[in-house]
């Protein structure tokens, strides 16, 4: 069975500084990995994701993730937080493509102060 | 661009109600899911749907619980009997047959 643990439930950073989200997984095959987005009162938005291709994933907003397999990790960074960024971000696992659920995180809260 | 929608977004129901929550996945969609998060808690899985049946459900999803797509467009959650542990919001889902799940914007269930 896979599952994914976030470090942190929330973190705190000034503007302009390194975001580094931290999230390692579990998973008996090759995983699919992803990082979600949820904007207070919205839903989940896909921020970017890891599908056996090239271990470093660029997404929206500046976000990038390595994917390390020796470390089943997947941490989320941005070099330069901004406003705009506080939220709340989840990783997730999943098998493959098609009907396969998403095994989510407990979620890391991200505020960033000025 | 196409999005998952929701409705609606916030119901409130009293303890032993039945509630039907409604989606409308994105045209040409294959898969479609439930997830529900609790108040503070993480994401979880309820259902996957496919080809009009049921792919897979969680230990969640018990005989309470029953989902349908009627019309070709709409997918829904129906919850025969609502508990006030049902309260939380609601992700509906949905997956062109790739890798990524595109979510709607939830429908918070509050039961009283």
């Known amino acids: 069975a896979q599952s994914v643990t976030q470090l942190g439930s929330h973190v705190s950073v000034s503007e302009g500084a390194l975001v580094l989200l931290r999230c390692n997984y579990s998973s008996s095959v090759p995983p699919y990995l992803f990082w979600y987005v949820q904007y207070p009162n919205q839903g989940l938005q896909l921020l970017l994701k890891?599908?056996?291709?090239?271990?470093l994933v660029k997404g929206i907003n500046g976000f990038e993730a390595e994917f390390k397999k020796s470390e089943t990790s997947f941490h989320l960074t941005k070099p330069s937080a901004h406003m705009s960024d506080a939220a709340e971000y989840f990783c997730?696992?999943?098998?493959?493509?098609?009907?396969?659920?998403?095994?989510f995180g407990q979620g890391t809260r991200l505020t960033i102060n000025p | 661009e196409p999005e998952v929608t929701q409705t609606p977004s916030h119901q409130v129901t009293q303890m032993g109600q039945e509630v039907i929550l409604r989606c409308v996945p994105i045209s040409n969609h294959l898969y479609f899911y439930w997830y529900r998060q609790i108040l503070g808690q993480k994401v979880e899985f309820l259902v996957s749907?496919?080809?009009?049946?049921?792919?897979?459900k969680s230990e969640i999803f018990d005989d309470q619980f029953s989902v349908e797509r009627p019309d070709g467009s709409n997918f829904t959650l129906k919850i025969r009997s609502t508990k006030l542990e049902d309260s939380a919001m609601y992700f509906c889902a949905s997956n062109p047959d790739t890798d990524t799940q595109y979510f709607g914007p939830g429908t918070r269930l509050t039961v009283l």
């Open positions: 749907f496919y080809n009009n049946e049921i792919s897979e």
């Open positions: 890891y599908t056996s291709a090239a271990t």
């Open positions: 997730a696992v999943s098998l493959a493509q098609g009907a396969q659920k998403l095994v």
